[in-house]
């Protein structure tokens, strides 16, 4: 027979998957150490890694020496923390929007779907204007967007199961539903708030900005996201039959239903962490499966390593831009990144060949 | 011709005393370092922040930051400003041009802070969030102080005339120039004192102080700056609580004057803002409208306005008061 | 392997369906359910390959009660051919034969060699082994019902449901479907909607009409005018043709007298 293959996912051999996460491994430290150099202020290359190299030398003989100086703090605490923010968000919201296409089987879907972006917009709006959750420290704010996220999730799960097995539909309906209230209870609070600057401060906040990255905060954020990446990298296979449905996937053995929660309340923890350090940032999870999926098929074991991967190169070079953009001022990532992907995504729809996988 | 020559010279020399004279009487009442000041943090606790020193490389962000920083003469003190909601005022363009002001953003980022290495921020609460420069305690920890204007404090507290009061004179005390700050104070405290003498006796006017956002009104209740420097006239808000009000909620209060709260951003926006009262039918039956006591106020001088607190203050009793500004 | 339903009753929205039917396949038997549409022939399906839940009776495998298997185990035990697949994902043919594999995979398990050449050997059987690569929503229906059955072949279960696998297929695919089932030497239950292929290809016939079975036996025994008569209210003639393949003619009400002799 002729050569049959389609233009569509034509990286779609396993051994061009295995080399394409090897290479993009490379790039992604490539990237790193390319970004780190973009700041907002002018600091000589040499000097960037300089104080980098210096940095981990101490480290590794593990004298306990700190540095000091502003070169050094501008770089290791505030460019570097920024820059493995941008990584482990950017792969986190990547593998999410994986997740959660399947968990609704729809394309469509980006990991705020179901509830979880109103949950934490209601969570961060009640923490800025009224205050609620201050014990939590510093980022009080991050705290209760991850709370309200996490828990608009469970909620989501629990709606979805009333009268009868929560389904994808159901799940989706019970999102919708819930993102309604939470909305609802947002706009509530802004209006009985009504506090110009903290009006002011929910816009901010919820436009998604890398600024507030510590190596605390980094470092929570990536031990969350590598052990929910490495948990879903165990479970391309469900994730796989969730595409195929509730039917099929039972008669090849697996029952979808305890998966599907438990894959909703993990992305939830991933996202609620994602929101906490950074805000909403849109798109990502959305428009990158979607470019993963033209080059590299639909099969789970492949698109999801590569699409973590692609969203943490991505978002380290579009938090670069957004510092280099506008001179001397910083664009909220959030902006951007909708800004690079409804563009994206709007070509993506209108080709042809890319019907997002429907049928003729 | 050399007679002249000499006459200069003396004069210049007399001049020369004299200035000296003055700076000295300065250096004389200048504070003793170190100086303590409270501010607050970004969730609205108190610290107590220590100056060993005058500081020299001060990062000055927003309006009244910037105002303040000239009136007091501490323009040389700013190595960066940044945030202009309105043109200062035109007695302040000399200061404002040693400022070093950036136009091309509105607020600094956390980098650009740091490397220019500035032992002061003097600014809004909000700037300290953890997206934006992060709190302020990592920055007092490293060498760097901050302030922020105490109407800008997070946390719900009433926003005062008192506290900027307060501001101006912890200012001065920072860099050693407390007699300008309190004299500023004092122009401000004597106002107010000016008009309650002239108008002792005199039944309180009823005032609201109102902005309208979108479709909705704003009201400025006693808790919010527009309010206190109200009542801090002699003046009664018509609705002292509620921060928002409906038109109907209007008409009902019905005081005797309305000040419409305006951004300075376009050229006609004073008028308009006075025309959406005046000119709206449900408003006819209003005092303030059919007496032709609607007036316009900037917000910049009635929101943390520090050193423009005093033009507020005057707006506001030159509309509530109007035979005393004749 | 034998599959047997014992009593099966089924109540959906409240709705019986299903009125106590008892039937079973044997060892390599291939089984065909007949019936209108309404009667009952999918829900039965259904219970037996655990999407549906009997409300009474029991379905069992080799004597042991399905719901008393992991669904893990059923699916090694049962793979389904269904009527429709429509998928809003794109995945290669490969990647649907695959997932052929997944009820003999724990969590971790990786696909290994052995899993690619079932894989391929299942796209051979269905003479589909060119299109590996290609997009399976760019394959015409036929195409597409081909794979799912190479799917339910890489289950390598002892027993295949077929739930009207060739309804909207041209009858050259709806033929060769059945061919290759047919081959396949397994235990096969089928719904079936055409009595000719019924016919054809199936070793038994259980009819069902409105929930309760109404005959079974071989197609020669089974397949009566007074049985199409009574199962789906049409006058029919049957007859052998003369390659001896049994023929089902129908006709339309009371035309038969007056035609046929």
């Known amino acids: 027979m002729k050569e049959q293959k389609t233009t569509r996912g034509f990286l779609r051999g396993t051994p061009a998957a295995a080399l394409s996460i090897l290479v993009l491994l490379v790039l992604l430290v490539l990237s790193l150490l390319g970004a780190v150099t973009f700041g907002s202020t002018d600091i000589p290359i040499g000097d960037v890694y300089g104080v980098i190299s210096q940095k981990l030398y101490h480290l590794l003989i593990g004298d306990g020496s700190w540095g000091s100086g502003s070169l050094f703090r501008a770089i290791w605490y505030i460019r570097l923390p920024r820059l493995i923010l941008a990584m482990a968000i950017g792969a986190g919201l990547a593998t999410c929007g994986v997740v959660m296409q399947a968990i609704v089987k729809n394309p469509l879907a980006d990991p705020y779907v179901l509830g979880i972006s109103s949950g934490a917009s209601l969570g961060a709006t009640a923490a800025i204007l009224l205050g609620v959750g201050t014990v939590f420290g510093s980022n009080f704010v991050g705290v209760m967007a991850f709370l309200g996220a996490f828990v608009i999730s469970l909620a989501v799960v629990g709606l979805a199961n009333i009268g009868g097995r929560a389904n994808s539909v159901k799940l989706l309906l019970a999102g919708t539903a819930l993102s309604s209230v939470c909305s609802a209870f947002s706009s509530f609070i802004v209006y009985i708030a009504h506090d110009r600057e903290g009006m002011q401060t929910v816009t901010y906040w919820m436009m998604g900005a890398l600024g507030g990255a510590t190596w605390e905060t980094d470092l929570v954020v990536l031990l969350v996201v590598l052990a929910g990446i490495g948990f879903f990298l165990t479970q391309y296979r469900t994730l796989n039959l969730m595409l195929f449905g509730d039917e099929t996937s039972i008669t090849l053995g697996t029952d979808l239903h305890k998966w599907r929660q438990l894959y909703l309340l993990v992305s939830a923890a991933i996202v609620g962490f994602a929101v906490y350090a950074a805000g909403m940032i849109g798109f990502v999870g959305l428009v990158i499966p979607h470019v993963v999926r033209m080059f590299f098929g639909t099969d789970h074991k492949r698109l999801l390593p590569i699409s973590a991967l692609t969203g943490a190169i991505f978002l380290i070079w579009a938090d670069v831009a957004c510092r280099t953009i506008i001179p001397g001022q910083e664009l909220p990532i959030g902006i951007l990144t909708s800004m690079i992907g409804a563009p994206c995504f709007i070509y993506l729809m209108a080709r042809k060949r890319y019907g997002f996988g429907g049928g003729d | 011709m050399k007679k002249v020559k000499k006459l200069l010279c003396m004069m210049m020399a007399v001049a020369m005393v004299f200035t000296l004279a003055i700076r000295v009487s300065a250096a004389g009442n200048q504070t003793e370092y170190p100086v303590t000041v409270t501010t607050y943090d970004y969730e609205g606790n108190e610290i107590e922040t220590t100056y060993e020193k005058a500081p020299e490389k001060v990062i000055c962000v927003y309006q009244g930051c910037i105002e303040t920083m000239i009136a007091l003469g501490l323009e040389d003190r700013v190595i960066a400003s940044y945030g202009l909601d309105n043109p200062v005022k035109e007695e302040w363009e000399e200061g404002l041009s040693k400022m070093n002001y950036n136009e091309d953003a509105f607020s600094p980022d956390k980098e650009t802070v740091l490397m220019m290495e500035p032992d002061l921020i003097f600014t809004w609460g909000s700037l300290f969030s953890d997206k934006k420069l992060g709190n302020q305690t990592e920055w007092i920890a490293n060498g760097t102080n901050t302030y922020i204007s105490t109407n800008t404090r997070r946390g719900g507290y009433p926003r005062t005339l008192e506290n900027e009061y307060t501001d101006l004179l912890n200012i001065g005390r920072i860099f050693g120039v407390e007699d300008k700050a309190q004299a500023l104070v004092d122009e401000m405290k004597n106002e107010i004192a000016g008009v309650l003498e002239q108008t002792a006796g005199q039944e309180a006017p009823r005032v609201a102080v109102i902005e309208f956002l979108g479709d909705q009104i704003s009201n400025y209740s006693a808790k919010q700056l527009g309010g206190s420097m109200v009542e801090a006239l002699g003046g009664t808000l018509a609705n002292p609580d509620a921060s928002e009000i409906g038109k109907e909620d209007l008409v009902e209060l019905d005081p005797d004057v309305i000040f419409v709260v305006y951004m300075a951003r376009t050229e006609n926006v004073e008028a308009e803002m006075i025309a959406k009262v005046m000119e709206d039918p449900a408003f006819a039956d209003l005092s303030a409208v059919k007496n032709g006591r609607v007036y316009s106020i900037m917000l910049g001088d009635m929101y943390a306005s520090t050193v423009r607190s005093i033009d507020g203050i005057r707006t506001f009793a030159a509309g509530m008061y109007p035979e005393l500004y004749k | ?261």
């Not at chain 3, 290759?180 to 397994?186: A, I, S």
């Not at chain 3, 719904?191 to 016919?199: E, F, R, S, Y």
């Not at chain 3, 009409?209 to 036996?217: E, N, R």
């Not at chain 3, 129908?250 to 007298?257: H, I, T, V």
């Open chain 3, 1 to 261: 392997m034998r599959v047997e339903a014992c009593d099966v009753q089924c109540v959906l929205n409240a709705n019986r369906i299903l009125k106590g039917v008892s039937m079973y396949a044997s060892q390599r038997e291939m089984v065909g359910l007949i019936g209108p549409n309404g009667s009952g022939k999918s829900t039965l399906l259904k219970c037996i390959y655990r999407i549906l839940r009997p409300t009474g009776g029991a379905v069992k495998l080799d004597g042991r009660d399905l719901l008393a298997c992991t669904t893990k185990e059923s699916a090694r035990a049962l793979a389904v051919v269904a009527q429709h697949n429509y998928y809003n994902f794109d995945f290669s043919v490969q990647d649907v034969v695959l997932m052929g594999r997944a009820p003999h995979k724990r969590a971790l398990d990786r696909d290994n060699a052995e899993d690619y050449r079932i894989v391929a050997q299942a796209l051979e059987t269905v003479g589909m082994t060119s299109f590996a690569q290609r997009s399976f929503s760019t394959l015409s229906g036929g195409e597409q019902q081909r794979v799912i059955l190479a799917r339910a072949l890489a289950q390598q279960t002892p027993c295949l449901i077929l739930d009207e696998p060739t309804n909207h297929l041209d009858i050259k695919y709806q033929l060769q479907l059945m061919d290759l089932v047919k081959g396949l030497e397994r235990t096969v239950i089928t719904a079936v909607h055409d009595l000719n292929i019924a016919a054809m290809y199936c070793d038994r016939l259980y009819a069902l009409k409105d929930g309760k079975i109404v005959g079974q036996g071989t197609p020669r025994e089974l397949l009566t005018p007074q049985l199409i008569r009574k199962v789906y209210e049409v006058d029919a003639e049957v007859y052998e043709d003369s390659h001896g393949i049994l023929r089902v003619l129908y006709y339309p009400d009371g035309a038969r007298k007056e035609t046929v002799q």
